[in-house]
Each structure stands twice: as structure tokens, then as C-alpha cells.
């Protein structure tokens, strides 16, 4: 683990998944909450606008039919000639009046000089139509012949986009922010986790590779025992073989999670099937087991040692889980390679299960429950499809599909 100010640190395959999927759930949340809270600060500020704008066009159109009123009263008929021009143009004096289009309708709702497409007999006086506001005022009584003004604010879009752009901004801003903040929290709630889990992979390394030494020195003097019993001499073998497999897969698993990928080559899968036969062949031998094969040549543009270690776990547990007198069968196709035992099978409910690491679907048999997720991962780096058919005490199907 690498440390500093910034608090810089290596994840493994695993930490950086569990670190996506922690971030997802936040992120997700936290956008959630931010567009819920956007939209009705939107919806508050839409509201808190059109009701400023209400207020202020019915003051104007109230002046302007409070006028209205006056000159009637006052016999005053130079509106009406003013009428005949500019229809802002006579309400000059009313300063407010210069941000609104005016138009007057007369009591057959016909407008003075010029009007506005709008239906004068809607039952909202003040709506919004064509990207306008408009406020129908009918106050005026008929005076002068007058039945509605109606003021248009020809304005108010360009404030609703403002406050569009306002709210897309913070909102877009308030995501940047939770996302940062959130890949800092995950990180630094990480780190303590990553610390016992790096100890741990420590002690695993160092554990696997004081064991190569050992493993290999007694493997090689099994061979030349001698006035021993050939039965204890073939049992401490077949012991031998088990800690060395567990070994491989522990370094496998290690240079998996630390993302150290053997590059591909072409590998003649025919020829690594019937050379990983040979170390299970004793296995087979003492449990009686029957083996037929049908393999066909086949190359594959693949990562040598990971298949290695698919077949080796496939064979394993086939031979682990296939009963006395029992048989295997392993065919390779140009499309697919399937190990097919007599063994005790697996539950239905377990199908998926059994592919996670450290679960098995038979306690009995012992193992870690590390050697189908090797398979598993290894089939997912490929491209391959893992597929597998079996009922409890029927034997299992393991197919890999290239």
C-alpha cells in the first residue's frame, strides 16, 4: 500500500469492484436526492416568479383602468383619439407600463387599434401562452367602452430560462462536488480495510513461497523411497500432489488480485488436456474411477497457465466428487471443452453458489472452495461461457463454451 498526503492506494481487482459498487449506491443516492431537491427548488422559484409578475402587471393594468375611469368621469375624450395611434403610447405616464405590450377590448371584445390572439373568456386570468404572460383585467367596467385590458409580458421566458440555467448549474455543480467528496470517503473508508487485507496477502505470499521449497523437495524424494510400504509411499504422493495444487492456486489467486495478467499465446488445448490428465491419473486410479475422452485439436489464443489451471480444477473435482467405480468423460469440440462426472451431483439451489469463493456444494469432500471461482474467472477473462448441468446424486456437466 502506497501512502501519502493524498492517501494514494493500490486496490486489487475485488477492493476496486466493492469500491464501484459502494459508489454507485451513494452516487445513485445522493443524484437522486439532488435532482428531487432541484426540481422543487424550481418549481418554488417558477412560483415565487410568476407570482412577483402577477403582483406587478395587475398594478399597471390597475392604473391603467383607474385612468380609464377618470377621463370617462371627467368627459375627458382624448384617450379615445389616442386609441386611434399607439395604444402604449397614451398610457406614457405610467412608468411601469413600458415593460408590457397593452391591447383594449371594447364591449363586443373587439380590440382597440390592435389585440392579442388570446381567448378573452378563459376562467384564469393570468396564464401563460406562447412562451408570454398575459393578464386579463376587466375592472374597467365599461367605461369608455371598454371591457378588458389585457398587458402581455413578452419578458418572462427569458427569466424562466435564467432560472433554468441557475438551477442546471447548481445542480451540475452539487454532482461534481458528492461525486468527489464521495470517491475521498470511499477511499478513505477503504483504507483500514486495505491494510488488513494487504497484511493478510502478505502472509499468504510469504506462507506460499516457503512452502515451494519444501512441496518440491518432498515430491522429489517420494520417487526414491525405499523398504517402504508402496501403499504409504503412494499415499504420501497423492498428499504431496494435494498441497501442491492448493499452492498453485493460492499464487494463481495472488497474481490474479494484484492484476499481474500472463499474456496469450496460441496453446493446443488437446495436448494440455491429456498432460493435466496425468496428475490426477493416481487419484483416479485409487478411487477406480473410469476415464474416457473424445478431444479433437484445438488452438486457442489463450493465457497458458490460466488454462492450466481451468482444467486442473475441472478434473480435480470431478475426480473429488465422482463416487468409487464412478467414470469421467471429457470431450473437447472446436466449440466447447465439458468434463462430465458420475459423481454426487449438485443442488439446484447451489448452481450459482458453488462458483463464489470459499463455498462448496458438498462440506464433506473437504477443499477451500477456491477452484471453481478460478474457473469462473478464468472462463470471464476469456470470454468464455461456463455452463453446468447437474442434479444432486446424478452427476455433474461442466461445459466451457470457447
Not at 418549481?43 to 385612468?67: A, D, G, M, P, R
Not at 475422452?293 to 480435480?316: G, H, R, Y
Amino acid at each position: 500500500m502506497k501512502t501519502s498526503k493524498e492517501l494514494v492506494i493500490d486496490l486489487s481487482a475485488y477492493e476496486k469492484k466493492s469500491l464501484i459498487r459502494v459508489l454507485l449506491v451513494y452516487l445513485f443516492s445522493v443524484y437522486f436526492f439532488a435532482v428531487v431537491v432541484s426540481f422543487l427548488f424550481y418549481q418554488i422559484q417558477i412560483k415565487n416568479l410568476f407570482e412577483t409578475h402577477q403582483y406587478k402587471i395587475e398594478k399597471v393594468t390597475s392604473k391603467i383602468s383607474n385612468q380609464l375611469i377618470a377621463s370617462h368621469m371627467l368627459g375627458d375624450k382624448s384617450l379615445l383619439v389616442c386609441f386611434e395611434k399607439e395604444i402604449n403610447a397614451c398610457f406614457a405616464d405610467i412608468a411601469e407600463s413600458k415593460n408590457y405590450e397593452i391591447a383594449l377590448y371594447d364591449i363586443n371584445n373587439t380590440p382597440i387599434n390592435k389585440g392579442f390572439d388570446i381567448d378573452l373568456e378563459k376562467s384564469e386570468h393570468f396564464f401563460m401562452q406562447d412562451e408570454a404572460l398575459y393578464f386579463i383585467d376587466d375592472s374597467v367596467q365599461m367605461h369608455l367602452n371598454i371591457r378588458y385590458i389585457v398587458a402581455k409580458d413578452v419578458h418572462i421566458n427569458e427569466k424562466i430560462r435564467s432560472i433554468q440555467i441557475q438551477v442546471a448549474t447548481g445542480l451540475a455543480l452539487g454532482i461534481i462536488f458528492a461525486t468527489i467528496v464521495g470517491i475521498f470517503l470511499a477511499r478513505l473508508f477503504l483504507a483500514p480495510i486495505r491494510s488488513g487485507v494487504e497484511r493478510l496477502n502478505n502472509f499468504i505470499k510469504d506462507s506460499t513461497h516457503e512452502l515451494n521449497t519444501p512441496i518440491s523437495a518432498i515430491l522429489m524424494s517420494v520417487g526414491s523411497l525405499k523398504n517402504i510400504d508402496e501403499k504409504k509411499r503412494k499415499r504420501i504422493e497423492l498428499s504431496a500432489k494435494r498441497i501442491a495444487s492448493l499452492y498453485q492456486n493460492l499464487c494463481y489467486m495472488l497474481m490474479r488480485d494484484t492484476q499481474k495478467l500472463e499474456p496469450k499465446k496460441m496453446v493446443n488445448i488437446k495436448h494440455l488436456v491429456q498432460e493435466r490428465l496425468q496428475y490426477v491419473e493416481d487419484f483416479m486410479e485409487i478411487k477406480k474411477i473410469k476415464l474416457f475422452t473424445n478431444l479433437v485439436d484445438k488452438e486457442l489464443f489463450v493465457a497458458k497457465e490460466s488454462m492450466i489451471k481451468l482444467i486442473d480444477n475441472l478434473l480435480s473435482n470431478a475426480v473429488k466428487y465422482s463416487k468409487i467405480n464412478g467414470s469421467i468423460t471429457i470431450i473437447l469440440s472446436d466449440a466447447f471443452l465439458q468434463v462430465q462426472d458420475t459423481g454426487v451431483g449438485v443442488k439446484k439451489e447451489m448452481h450459482k453458489k458453488i462458483f463464489k469463493r470459499y463455498q462448496r456444494s458438498n462440506a464433506t469432500q473437504g477443499g477451500f472452495g477456491i477452484g471453481l471461482d478460478i474457473v469462473l474467472t478464468v472462463c470471464k477473462e476469456h470470454n468464455f461461457t461456463l455452463d453446468l448441468v447437474s442434479n444432486e446424486n446424478e452427476g455433474s456437466i461442466f461445459s466451457v463454451y470457447f
